[in-house]
């Protein structure tokens, strides 16, 4: 709060809710006082009013500046309360999925922090990618199953309201170094209410899957303009799959590369390719799109593999 020197009573408040109000505030401050003392004489001599207003607004707007960065400074992180909500977040996946993916993960310090997304396929293979990157990078997945699409920017805004301060007192506070992730299999499958069914509904088009992909992207490098972002292909469907046209995948993650060609700096980990020589092998059954212990054990491998050329 100030008083101006001539006398006025009129105050000020400081305000720090956008530092475009205080430099205004300041501005308008200044102008105040170089009235007032231009009519008492106590200006230096040939000191002209546009000097002035720069030279008392460049002290006060230093003096607005500490409070305001007080203000954003981020709290240190209490694991304790991090984990309880983690928990909570991921309610019963761990048991669903029958894998320790969903773990809380104490962060190291000083180690780039990794983000995984994805869906049933990403959950089986995330252990594998922590065990290869231990030590050298912190790395974490979605909270549940990714779904499709049209479920990636919601299920991130919840992450992120849940898991990182200020939504979380004491939560999260880092950013993410390296983003990888996919979206796909739930998007070309078929449903007839919420049963996988050939005659039923499609989730997403061609067109719709490109069109939220490419919002996905812009999400992506607006959110985490410093993150390495890594979208992997999406494996392949097999003959006489429940709810999926065996050939999908390899016409959706075409079109996700036409999407990415307006992405040049995210990178493409071709997860289809690397897996489809072993579809048979891997297969946890014929016609089935998840996979074995020995295929999401090699597929986290090369995951981690690529990861860690960008740590």
């Known amino acids: 709060m100030f008083k101006n020197w ?25 102008e105040s006082c170089f009235i007032n003392l231009a009519r008492e004489g106590k200006l230096q001599k040939n000191m002209n009013r546009k000097e002035f207003v720069q030279l008392l607004g460049a002290g006060a707007l230093s003096l607005a500046v500490a409070p305001n960065a007080f203000c954003a400074k981020r709290r240190k992180i209490d694991h304790s309360i991090c984990q309880i909500t983690w928990d909570n977040l991921c309610g019963n996946m761990a048991k669903v999925y029958k894998t320790d993916a969903f773990d809380y993960v104490s962060p190291i310090k000083k180690k780039p922090y990794v983000f995984i997304y994805g869906d049933s396929i990403s959950i089986m293979y995330t252990s594998m990618v922590q065990q290869c990157l231990k030590g050298k990078a912190n790395v974490y997945r979605l909270f549940k199953n990714g779904g499709s699409s049209r479920d990636f920017i919601p299920n991130m805004e919840k992450l992120h309201s849940t898991m990182f301060q200020p939504g979380l007192k004491n939560g999260w506070n880092f950013k993410w170094d390296i983003i990888h992730f996919n979206v796909g299999l739930h998007d070309l499958k078929y449903l007839k209410g919420r049963h ?36 992997a292909t999406t494996t392949s469907v097999p003959e006489n799959s429940k709810g999926r046209f065996k050939g999908d995948s390899a016409k959706y993650n075409r079109a996700a590369k036409e999407v990415l060609v307006s992405y040049p700096d995210i990178i493409i980990n071709d997860l289809y390719s690397f897996t ?36």
């Open 6 to 30: 001539g006398g006025n009573e009129n105050v000020f408040i400081l305000r720090s809710k956008q530092m475009s109000d205080t430099v205004l505030l300041l501005q308008y401050y200044a």
């Open 196 to 231: 996988l069914d050939k005659n039923g509904k499609q989730v997403s088009s061609l067109e719709e899957y490109k069109r939220n992909l490419n919002q996905i992207c812009h999400y992506l490098k607006t959110q985490f303009p410093k993150a390495i972002i890594i979208f």
């Open 276 to 311: 489809l020589p072993h579809q048979k092998q891997w297969a946890q059954a014929p016609g089935n799109v998840h996979y074995n212990q020995a295929g999401f054990t090699a597929q986290g491998k090369e995951v981690a593999r690529v990861i860690s050329e960008y740590l």
